[in-house]
């Protein structure tokens, strides 16, 4: 029964909340006006997401059920499933992002005023991972490029339209006017979170994208140590980290420069916190609050990209299997939303247009029989990393030893791997997605959780070899990374009898009626695994430390081959309004330079839809024809083609804009130059290597 003093406290709860909330936006819009982009988008980010995420928590209660270090991880992972009914919402109804955006701020303060703030207890624990991620958004502000490149240039368009456009609908958000939508980013849940980050700052969409790599580098320690804290005690979630943090430095990792992209939130954030979450639920034994956590982990990561979500599935079959019965709703769930999602993609982006191009792609990197993919090759799913191979051998390992204690732990590494290297999962996935993506999906082998578990039972079982081990790990890692790593053969055989061992031992346990289940971590002291583990990253460190002392000395490299000049990038984004304007422009823009092309870097900086993208770009979306596109782009350029035929192009795609560069395509150029019903209405300066020039369409 309310007393009479509680609707006067609820008020100024509620009063609290919207001054904090304006308050919180007056900051970040300040930041973005005042501080380094880098700054302001991370402090747009806290609020975009952690806000959300934040009230998700405690209105789930799982504040309160999670261990800690799992519920803090969780936060980002939930804010990014809190935009999921505001966004399909306004794709349909065409609102504009900030409707969602103040929508769902408003809702998460609300309900952090009723039920007040998160009940996480904050220890040394969550200061050591604040200062685990403050110092990997460092390291990320040094990995980053300079200039969008490459996919980037891709995700930053998609985040521009969703900044700019007054009304959002799935076609609009295509890199076409009016196009079907792109079967890997069909529905742009992290680009929007993300959009509405930028937004808050005020900042360009573009710079924010490239801005956004430190923030997102900061979610990164916290996943990794709560999915190696609950597996393996707090010894385990340091050794995670480190794990993780020098494969997202080195080479055979270096996701770190790309930490705001799709594949490394999702890897490197969503999969972690799955894997926690996976674990909390056995703990709980499939408590509802904590198995719809997961399900929603399931859902961030199949939105996020679609192909991702293989890798999480056979996570979650494994450990249901070797549960014998626990789970299954966790499981039916997490299947029913992956497999929604992936008909919904389906019907929208595939079907009618006889498959997405990725299909015929050469698979390059498998094991290859009559010509179809058996199982990825050993070196490329090792890359030459001890760490890894340890990592993978200990999912088999964890199934048998320490009499299957652990088991759980071998569960989730066995389903993976099932994945990523059992024999035949590759020919099956490989129509599907593609062998690029089935390539990809060894990004969520949990190696770095796995192994980080065995090196605290070591510590725990033979704690009087505990030195020995270290010095002939650190041994064994040194000596492999001196040696040639190029049998392939006998790696790709190596990683296919760790799958299959794992496979079969988790149908063993089954058949012997011995089930899984959550283990609490013995005691151990960090000192002892975190030698272990520096052991085992000394080859490693050895191979590739002089690279990643490189770049953290100067930074980033930037690979641009052909950036556009600062006059075209101002003189596109202050284009005479919406829609925004379709761009022709030549496909290729110099030698090396046919996996980007000019309309592709326009449609990175700037708020325009292009005729034609290259055809490594285009893969994933057949209903926009992107061949016949291609074709007629060469036509229009094509000096032996009638001026009729240009002119029926230009009406055919509702071009407003003819972009080419004078020195590197002189054809290009001339053609343009003459071709009736264009007027010049933009160059750079002369003398420029590249130098730029627009032409308008006559309507």
């Given at each position: 029964?309310?007393?009479?003093?509680?609707?006067?406290?609820?008020?100024?709860?509620?009063?609290?909340?919207?001054?904090?909330?304006?308050?919180?936006?007056?900051?970040?819009?300040?930041?973005?006006?005042w501080?380094p982009?880098?700054?302001?988008?991370?402090?747009g980010?806290?609020?975009?997401?952690?806000?959300?995420?934040a009230?998700?928590?405690r209105?789930?209660?799982?504040?309160?059920?999670?261990?800690?270090?799992?519920?803090?991880?969780?936060?980002?992972?939930?804010?990014?499933?809190?935009?999921?009914?505001?966004?399909?919402?306004?794709?349909?109804?065409?609102?504009?992002?900030?409707?969602?955006?103040w929508?769902?701020?408003?809702?998460?303060?609300?309900?952090?005023?009723?039920?007040?703030?998160?009940?996480v207890?904050?220890?040394?624990?969550?200061l050591?991972?604040?200062?685990?991620?403050?110092?990997?958004a460092l390291?990320?502000?040094?990995?980053?490029?300079?200039?969008?490149?490459?996919?980037?240039?891709?995700?930053?368009?998609?985040?521009?339209?969703?900044?700019?456009?007054?009304?959002?609908?799935?076609?609009?958000l295509?890199?076409?006017?009016?196009?079907?939508?792109?079967?890997?980013?069909?529905?742009p849940?992290?680009?929007?979170?993300?959009?509405?980050?930028?937004?808050l700052?005020?900042?360009?969409?573009?710079?924010?994208?490239?801005?956004?790599?430190?923030?997102?580098?900061?979610?990164?320690?916290?996943?990794?140590?709560?999915?190696?804290?609950?597996?393996?005690?707090?010894?385990?979630?340091?050794?995670?980290?480190?794990?993780?943090?020098?494969?997202?430095?080195?080479?055979?990792?270096?996701?770190?420069?790309?930490?705001?992209?799709?594949?490394?939130?999702?890897?490197?954030?969503?999969?972690?916190?799955?894997?926690?979450?996976?674990?909390?639920?056995?703990?709980?034994?499939?408590?509802?609050?904590?198995?719809?956590?997961?399900?929603?982990?399931?859902?961030?990561a199949?939105?996020?990209?679609?192909?991702?979500?293989?890798?999480?599935?056979?996570?979650?079959?494994?450990?249901?299997?070797?549960?014998?019965?626990?789970?299954?709703?966790t499981?039916?769930?997490?299947?029913?939303?992956?497999a929604?999602?992936?008909?919904?993609?389906?019907?929208?982006?595939?079907?009618?247009?006889?498959?997405?191009?990725?299909?015929?792609?050469?698979?390059?990197?498998?094991?290859?029989?009559?010509?179809?993919p058996?199982?990825?090759h050993?070196d490329v799913?090792?890359?030459?990393?001890?760490?890894a191979?340890?990592?993978?051998?200990?999912?088999?390992?964890?199934?048998?030893?320490?009499?299957?204690?652990?088991?759980?732990?071998?569960?989730?590494?066995?389903?993976?791997?099932?994945?990523?290297?059992?024999?035949g999962?590759?020919?099956?996935?490989?129509?599907?997605?593609?062998?690029?993506?089935?390539?990809?999906?060894?990004?969520?082998?949990?190696?770095?959780?796995?192994?980080?578990?065995?090196?605290?039972?070591?510590?725990?079982?033979?704690?009087?070899w505990v030195?020995?081990?270290?010095?002939?790990l650190?041994?064994?890692?040194?000596?492999?990374?001196?040696?040639?790593?190029?049998?392939?053969?006998?790696?790709?055989?190596?990683?296919?009898?760790?799958?299959?061992?794992?496979?079969?031992?988790?149908?063993?346990?089954?058949?012997?009626?011995?089930?899984?289940?959550?283990?609490?971590?013995?005691?151990?002291?960090?000192?002892?695994?975190?030698?272990?583990?520096a052991?085992?990253?000394?080859?490693?460190?050895?191979?590739?430390?002089?690279?990643?002392?490189?770049?953290?000395?100067?930074?980033?490299?930037?690979?641009?081959?052909?950036?556009?000049?600062?006059?075209?990038?101002?003189?596109?984004?202050?284009?005479?309004?919406?829609?925004?304007?379709?761009?022709?422009?030549?496909?290729?823009?110099g030698?090396?330079?046919?996996?980007?092309?000019?309309?592709?870097?326009?449609?990175g900086?700037?708020?325009?839809?292009?005729?034609?993208l290259?055809?490594?770009?285009?893969?994933?979306?057949?209903?926009?024809?992107?061949?016949?596109?291609?074709?007629?782009?060469?036509?229009?350029?094509d000096?032996?083609?009638?001026d009729?035929?240009?002119?029926?192009?230009?009406?055919?795609?509702?071009?407003?804009?003819?972009?080419?560069?004078?020195?590197?395509?002189?054809?290009?150029?001339?053609?343009?130059?003459?071709?009736?019903?264009?007027?010049?209405?933009?160059?750079d300066?002369?003398?420029?290597?590249?130098?730029?020039?627009?032409?308008?369409v006559?309507?």
């Amino acid at each position: 029964m309310l007393t009479p003093g509680r609707p006067q406290t609820l008020a100024l709860r509620l009063l609290g909340a919207a001054v904090l909330l304006v308050g919180a936006a007056v900051i970040v819009r300040l930041a973005g006006e005042w501080l380094p982009a880098q700054i302001a988008v991370s402090l747009g980010l806290l609020v975009s997401v952690g806000l959300p995420g934040a009230a998700l928590l405690r209105l789930a209660g799982l504040d309160e059920r999670l261990m800690p270090a799992s519920a803090i991880a969780a936060v980002p992972v939930l804010g990014f499933a809190a935009w999921v009914p505001g966004l399909l919402l306004a794709l349909v109804a065409g609102l504009p992002l900030d409707a969602v955006l103040w929508a769902l701020l408003v809702l998460a303060a609300v309900a952090l005023a009723v039920a007040g703030p998160p009940r996480v207890v904050l220890g040394a624990e969550a200061l050591g991972v604040g200062l685990a991620g403050l110092g990997t958004a460092l390291l990320a502000a040094r990995w980053a490029t300079p200039v969008l490149t490459s996919d980037a240039l891709f995700h930053a368009g998609r985040v521009r339209k969703l900044v700019e456009l007054p009304h959002l609908s799935f076609d609009d958000l295509s890199a076409y006017q009016h196009g079907h939508v792109h079967a890997g980013y069909a529905f742009p849940l992290i680009h929007a979170a993300q959009a509405g980050a930028i937004s808050l700052t005020g900042v360009d969409p573009s710079t924010g994208y490239l801005a956004l790599v430190p923030a997102c580098a900061f979610l990164v320690p916290a996943a990794a140590y709560a999915a190696g804290r609950v597996l393996g005690g707090p010894a385990a979630g340091v050794a995670c980290v480190a794990f993780v943090l020098w494969d997202a430095l080195s080479r055979a990792g270096g996701v770190l420069d790309s930490s705001q992209q799709s594949a490394g939130i999702v890897f490197r954030v969503v999969v972690p916190v799955c894997i926690a979450l996976l674990v909390e639920n056995a703990r709980l034994r499939d408590e509802r609050r904590a198995a719809s956590a997961l399900v929603a982990g399931v859902l961030v990561a199949v939105l996020a990209h679609p192909t991702y979500v293989f890798a999480l599935l056979g996570m979650l079959t494994a450990v249901t299997i070797a549960r014998r019965g626990g789970g299954w709703r966790t499981l039916l769930g997490a299947y029913g939303v992956a497999a929604v999602t992936l008909g919904l993609i389906w019907l929208a982006a595939i079907h009618g247009t006889g498959g997405a191009a990725a299909t015929r792609l050469p698979p390059i990197g498998f094991m290859v029989a009559d010509g179809h993919p058996v199982a990825l090759h050993g070196d490329v799913v090792l890359d030459g990393r001890l760490p890894a191979l340890l990592g993978l051998l200990a999912a088999p390992i964890l199934l048998v030893a320490w009499r299957g204690t652990y088991g759980l732990a071998g569960a989730i590494g066995a389903g993976v791997l099932a994945v990523v290297a059992f024999p035949g999962v590759a020919t099956a996935l490989a129509p599907l997605i593609g062998p690029h993506q089935v390539g990809r999906l060894r990004g969520a082998l949990p190696w770095p959780e796995l192994l980080a578990l065995a090196l605290v039972l070591v510590v725990a079982t033979w704690p009087r070899w505990v030195w020995p081990l270290v010095g002939g790990l650190a041994v064994a890692s040194l000596t492999l990374s001196w040696l040639d790593t190029s049998a392939v053969a006998a790696q790709t055989l190596l990683v296919i009898a760790i799958a299959v061992a794992g496979v079969v031992l988790v149908l063993a346990r089954v058949i012997a009626g011995r089930t899984v289940a959550f283990a609490v971590p013995p005691v151990v002291a960090m000192l002892p695994v975190l030698a272990l583990t520096a052991a085992a990253l000394a080859g490693p460190v050895v191979a590739d430390g002089h690279a990643t002392l490189w770049t953290l000395r100067h930074g980033g490299r930037a690979t641009a081959a052909h950036p556009l000049s600062p006059g075209l990038v101002a003189f596109m984004r202050t284009h005479d309004g919406a829609p925004p304007p379709v761009v022709l422009a030549p496909l290729n823009n110099g030698k090396a330079d046919d996996f980007t092309g000019l309309a592709f870097n326009l449609v990175g900086m700037a708020t325009v839809d292009a005729v034609s993208l290259p055809e490594a770009r285009t893969r994933s979306e057949p209903g926009n024809d992107p061949r016949q596109r291609r074709t007629d782009t060469a036509a229009f350029f094509d000096p032996a083609t009638s001026d009729a035929e240009r002119a029926a192009i230009l009406q055919r795609y509702d071009v407003r804009y003819v972009v080419v560069d004078a020195p590197r395509t002189p054809q290009a150029a001339a053609v343009a130059a003459a071709a009736p019903g264009l007027h010049q209405v933009y160059a750079d300066p002369p003398g420029r290597h590249d130098r730029y020039i627009v032409y308008g369409v006559e309507r």
